[in-house]
């Protein structure tokens, strides 16, 4: 059974900094790579970022460039995002979510997905 388990929410202040966790069971990330994305109240899922199983290369929507980090842990098979120097814009449910098509990611195109954990900033 697959599993993509986050953990690593809560409630910073602007300025702040968050490290997201997503721990996977089921699938190796050499065969998957894995994202980020986002959904803030009223509006529609963002892709954050995705981290290709083929090319070890990240990707990030332009909002959290320079300020958000992924990267993976395969002994552990967990996937992380380190956000820094937060923004109330920020705030949103974070899923991670695990493909095969490393470049289909960001439309969504992924084949499995965690439940979400909140982040919230205050400003």
């Known amino acids: 059974e697959v599993q993509l388990v986050e953990s690593g929410g809560g409630l910073v202040q602007a300025g702040g900094s968050l490290r997201l966790s997503c721990a996977v069971s089921?699938?190796?990330?050499?065969?998957?790579?894995m994202g980020w994305f986002r959904q803030a109240p009223g509006k529609e899922r963002e892709w954050v970022s995705t981290?290709?199983?083929?090319?070890?290369?990240?990707t990030y929507v332009d909002s959290v460039k320079g300020r958000f980090t992924m990267s993976s842990d395969r002994v552990k098979n967990t996937a992380y995002l380190e956000m820094n120097s937060l923004k109330p814009e920020d705030t949103a449910v974070y899923s991670c979510?695990?493909?095969?098509?490393?470049?289909?990611?960001?439309?969504?195109?992924?084949?499995?997905w965690g439940q979400g954990t909140q982040v919230t900033v205050s400003s």
């Open positions: 979510a695990g493909g095969r098509v490393d470049f289909r990611l960001r439309y969504g195109a992924a084949d499995y």
């Open positions: 089921g699938f190796s990330f050499d065969d998957f790579s």
């Open positions: 981290l290709s199983s083929r090319t070890g290369i990240t």
